[in-house]
């Protein structure tokens, strides 16, 4: 599993391979050598009824409610509907706007986001940002840290920093409308596609959920997922500390190797400084994240009023 997690890191940071094949994968290799009798992807929260000592027939109990149990013509009703809900708007943009219009971008884009969100937000965030930045043009690497700090200190799941990317990218493609209302509207294009799926996920697969923690080798692939994940997430705070660090991050390329190189002489010492505050608050003294937070932003606000940065 550490293994895993090392290999998802490297694929992404230093292979440039894409996030939906490193999870697929992951996926691939747990559920293969589960299938193989393979006892190093049985994590814990993915076995069997007995894996935790219940043995029961299911988590809920034996009376379980009819819309909990699976049901095959209800799973297609409710999975036509939603995607339906999901997926029309989407044709209905390329067809009226073409492929190439930012919102038709901008729904076809964040809808394989909702696919492939294994992990949570910290997880998907460093796909998105590369392809936001470097792809779409959408932002700049310091807009994408804005909107990753305004997004970690507002109510609300992290994810929706997808609404703030949505609506940057509309803001700097507005076509014939006025900027406002275009990025007005390509952030709620982009929530939109973002839960819609949800929904569909949750209706239509919840009541087999017993069934895949049943499922040895189902389970197996959930496993090698979720330590897939630890190494996305570890390149999501690479990349991020790179372009926070510094001012410019280049790239060199040999072969298939593909790295991201700090130019050292763009350090941002103050950027730095609050770092290690941050790092000594949170690991030496044992202050909690909400006062770590709030001192390292006044840090910030005083170097801004000194004009250090």
């Known amino acids: 599993m550490n293994g895993l997690a090392v290999a998802a890191f490297l694929a992404l940071f230093v292979f440039d391979i894409p996030f939906p094949i490193v999870v697929i994968g992951a996926g691939l290799i747990g559920y293969l050598g589960t299938r193989a009798g393979s006892a190093a992807f049985a994590g814990g929260g993915h076995g069997g009824p007995d894996a935790d000592g219940a043995g029961d027939d299911s988590l809920l109990g034996a009376d379980v409610p009819a819309h909990a149990r699976p049901d095959r013509a209800r799973t297609l009703r409710v999975a036509a509907t939603w995607l339906a809900l999901w997926l029309l708007p989407v044709a209905a943009l390329m067809l009226a706007l073409g492929p190439d219009h930012v919102f038709a971008a901008i729904a076809v884009f964040f809808s394989k986001m909702a696919v492939v969100t ?43 920093v997808l609404q703030f990317v949505g609506f940057m990218g509309a803001w700097r493609d507005p076509g014939m409308l006025p900027p406002l209302l275009s990025a007005s509207l390509g952030g709620l ?6 839960f819609a799926p949800c929904f569909l996920w949750i209706f239509a697969g919840a009541p087999y959920v017993e069934a895949v923690r049943s499922n040895r080798a189902l389970s197996g692939a959930l496993a090698a997922i979720t330590a897939a994940v630890v190494g996305v997430i570890a390149n999501l705070a690479l990349w991020f500390a790179l372009h926070t660090l510094f001012a410019e991050v280049g790239s ?12 050292l002489a763009s350090v941002n010492w103050a950027a730095v400084a609050l770092t290690a505050l941050a790092l000594v608050l949170s690991f030496r003294v044992g202050l909690g994240m909400v006062w770590t937070l709030a001192i390292c932003a006044g840090g910030g606000i005083a170097l801004r009023l000194l004009g250090l940065v």
């Open 189 to 194: 294009i982009a929530t939109w596609v973002t």
């Open 252 to 263: 060199a390329a040999l072969g298939p190797i593909s790295l991201q190189l700090p130019v």
């Open 118 to 160: 294994f992990g949570g937000a910290y997880a998907v965030l460093a796909y998105v940002a590369q392809a936001a930045v470097e792809t779409y043009g959408w932002l700049q690497p310091g807009e994408m840290l804005d909107g990753l700090g305004m997004a970690e200190t507002t109510p609300g799941p992290l994810i929706m």
